[in-house]
């Protein structure tokens, strides 16, 4: 029986990302081959977010094919639409004689463009994003851009939406129920929920090292230092609750680095600022925590470290604008949700997290992750090819 060929439209080796294509690969019935607009990830990139050069030190493009494309933009980069610009990207993708071409967002000119062109060519397209419609800051861009997606969105055969509000987010769009399937935004679950008790071992000696008691409790922000993410107001909030047994454990970089680390000492020894960290790393990390915290006010489309931190046993605590909360948040199990705009309401919510209550049970949030592990995406692609050869 001749294999389904399946080619993947993405700008770089994302973690995320790259154990779907592997387990894909292993599969005796189907190709895949992974086409890169902008990285290989075979050296150090700039990375705009962290505003840093990064090399992930876990291998992103092993066991399976992938082409790295010709890029000719002047700014080559994932955070502007021209930063991926890649002439004949369309004519390569079909020299490889696909079956159906998966293409991850369109916020890049050669995605958008796969989009437009291939399906022109009769050649079945599965689009996956992650946008919702939490935050409309300007009325009138967002209805243009509205009637744009509209437009686009009338080009793919199936849409993989990621969760609640993505799929509200095709919804408005226009986009027919028939085209839509859950494929969900999957981690690594395994790599970061064993081996277990050598991860937890590494992290009490890490909070050792750094000064934190082992009786006092932890909240954890790991990510970009950047205003979206609001580093330097979870640092307020918490110095507000004036706690002497919590502390907050910030780790990362980005634009606000020298910010963060000027309001970090106060003489209490209860902010902790750690620089980035790579991901073999994150597993040991986010044990060090006892609540992992994404207090985002705006255009957090999923929030992928709450995937991780659950996988590490760890509950989480997120705002109402943080894409995953509905999905994957379960109060009073797995952490909890606070409306973006109310610090007090942060402060409860830490409170009831952290208090005397019943202990987390870490072994049964870790098995909860599962929900969304590469696993689960993966049998989610399988049912979108069946809808393609149906």
Known sequence: ???FRLAFVVSHPIQYYAPIYRQLSAKRDIDVKVFFTWHSGAGVEDDHGFKRRVAWDIPLTSDYDFELLRNTSTEPGSHRFFGAYNPGIVRRILDWKP????????ALASHLWCILDLSRRGVPTLFRGDSHLLERRNQTAWRLKRLARRIVFRRPSIFLYVGTHNLAYYRDAGVP????LFCPHSIDV???A??????EDQAAIW???IGIPPDHKVILF???FEPKKRPLELIAAVRKMNSEELHLLMVGDGELREQVRAQAPDGTNRVHVLPFQNQSRMPALLRMCDLFCLPSAYAETWGLSVNEALACGRPALVSTRVGCAPDIIRP???GDIFQWDDWDDFGRKVNSALGTGAPVNRKSIREDAGRFSTDAAVTALMVAIQHLQS
């Open 332 to 334: 009073g199990f797995n």
């Open 190 to 192: 395994d790599r970061f």
């Open 99 to 106: 079956d159906a071409v998966h293409v991850t967002g369109y």
């Open 222 to 224: 790991a990510g970009k």
């Open 1 to 3: 029986m001749r294999k």
């Open 207 to 209: 909070r050792r090292e």
């Open 194 to 199: 064993q081996p277990n008790d050598l991860w």
């Open 177 to 180: 129920e028939s085209k839509l």
